[in-house]
């Protein structure tokens, strides 16, 4: 039995057989201890299911068995998410998500507050939300291209992250000084249905399709300042057809729900783009709701243009969903369908 301290906050101990290994982590403080273990011990059942190790939760210890690799790759999770714990951050099971893919690529992208102020990859930081970073390797490549290049292309499945974390990173930009307000649209185009005549104004008419928009837009941000913004004309969320004949300077400009931009639309929304403005276009190309025969916009745009210097292409996969684990294996029954279906037309 070996038995030593890690960083200060971490008592190791380690016996080893021929089938498994077993390895004891006891963390100093309780409070954290048990945020990291999750309510009803939820993020460790997760480190199981996903590490394939028995995990054993003991008040403040946490005993693991299994291979040497499972059990290594077990505690260094667990590690990091107790630095995180440690300052304050709260660990949600997309956070154990991200960690665990973390240690898989000997990354570093949970970096503490001190860290942050030596890279600003990887992250971003809202007054409201304070620092938010990638929870794993396909988000962070994302972040490091928003910082890198004037026009980014997102496209991906659903629950990635792609709609929030851009409109995260355009208040950042707001909030820092960098741009002079926020343009946020998307096409209004009806999901499979017909909703019909709609009553009341225009921004009643169009809500609807913006309300996603909106939502990310209030996680970022008090809901008392994007009225204000709203009314001051310094945070606007409009249609895409609104756009035409504009030419947005000083803007960080994001045009969600690309897919479902025509050709035309997509060309003319691109060049839109004025002196110091950043776009980011975001969609996910399997959910198009565009008339049969009608080629999206999105597709066509990131085939042209993903060559050219300043523009940037982030793909996300099935494996890169971190809104719920049961989306994951959505997303991912749906794709393993997709070739089946292209085999049968």
């Given at each position: 039995m070996i ?8 008592e ?7 089938a498994t290994?077993?390895v004891t982590?006891?963390?100093k403080?309780?409070?954290f201890a048990s945020?990291?273990?999750g309510q ?6 997760r480190?199981e299911r ?8 003991n008040g403040?210890r946490?005993v693991?068995?299994?291979t040497?690799?499972?059990?290594q ?6 590690e990091?998410?107790y630095?995180r ?7 949600s099971?997309?956070d ?7 240690g898989?690529l000997q990354g570093n ?8 102020e ?9 007054r409201?939300?304070?620092f938010v970073?990638?929870?794993n390797?396909?988000?962070d490549?994302y972040l490091?291209?928003l910082k890198?290049?004037e026009?980014?292309f ?7 992250g792609k709609?929030?974390l851009?409109?995260?990173y355009?208040?950042?930009c ?6 002079e307000?926020l343009?946020?649209s ?6 499979g249905?017909?909703l019909?005549?709609l ?14 928009v ?5 996680d ?7 009225e204000?913004g709203?009314q001051?004309?310094?945070i606007e969320?409009?249609p895409l057809?609104?756009?035409?004949g504009?030419t947005?300077?000083n803007?960080?400009v ?6 479902n931009?025509?050709?035309m639309q997509?060309?003319?929304f691109?060049t839109?783009?004025?002196e110091g403005s950043?776009?980011i276009?975001t969609g996910?190309?399997s959910?198009?709701d565009?008339?049969p025969?009608?080629k999206?916009g999105?597709?066509e745009?990131?085939?042209l ?5 300043g523009?940037?292409?982030?793909k996300?996969?099935d494996?890169d969903v971190?809104r719920?684990?049961?989306v994951?294996?959505i ?10 279906k292209?085999?049968?037309?």
């Amino acid at each position: 039995m070996i038995s030593s301290d890690h960083d200060g906050s971490v008592e190791l101990g380690v016996a080893s057989s021929q089938a498994t290994t077993e390895v004891t982590l006891s963390f100093k403080d309780n409070r954290f201890a048990s945020i990291v273990f999750g309510q009803y011990d939820q993020n460790v059942a997760r480190i199981e299911r996903r590490l394939n190790v028995n995990a054993s939760v003991n008040g403040n210890r946490v005993v693991l068995k299994g291979t040497a690799d499972a059990c290594q790759s077990a505690q260094r999770v667990l590690e990091n998410l107790y630095e995180r714990a440690c300052v304050g951050q709260i660990i949600s099971l997309g956070d154990v998500d991200g960690a665990i893919q973390e240690g898989a690529l000997q990354g570093n992208l949970f970096v503490n507050k001190v860290d942050s102020e030596r890279t600003s990859f990887g992250q971003i930081s809202t007054r409201k939300k304070g620092f938010v970073r990638a929870r794993n390797s396909a988000q962070d490549l994302y972040l490091k291209s928003l910082k890198q290049n004037e026009l980014v292309f997102a496209e991906g499945p659903a629950g990635t992250g792609k709609t929030w974390l851009a409109v995260g990173y355009a208040v950042s930009c707001l909030e820092q000084g960098l741009v002079e307000r926020l343009v946020l649209s998307r096409p209004a185009v009806e999901a499979g249905e017909r909703l019909g005549f709609l009553p009341c104004d225009m921004r009643d008419k169009v809500d609807p399709y913006l309300r996603p928009v909106y939502d990310a837009l209030f996680d970022f941000m008090d809901a008392r300042t994007v009225e204000r913004g709203m009314q001051t004309g310094m945070i606007e969320v409009a249609p895409l057809a609104f756009m035409r004949g504009r030419t947005l300077s000083n803007a960080c400009v994001l045009l969600d729900e690309a897919q479902n931009a025509t050709s035309m639309q997509m060309k003319m929304f691109l060049t839109r783009l004025g002196e110091g403005s950043r776009m980011i276009v975001t969609g996910d190309p399997s959910q198009t709701d565009l008339p049969p025969g009608q080629k999206s916009g999105l597709s066509e745009a990131v085939s042209l243009l993903t060559n050219l210097e300043g523009i940037g292409h982030v793909k996300f996969r099935d494996v890169d969903v971190v809104r719920h684990d049961l989306v994951r294996r959505i997303v991912s029954a749906y794709e393993s369908k997709a070739p089946e279906k292209g085999q049968g037309s």
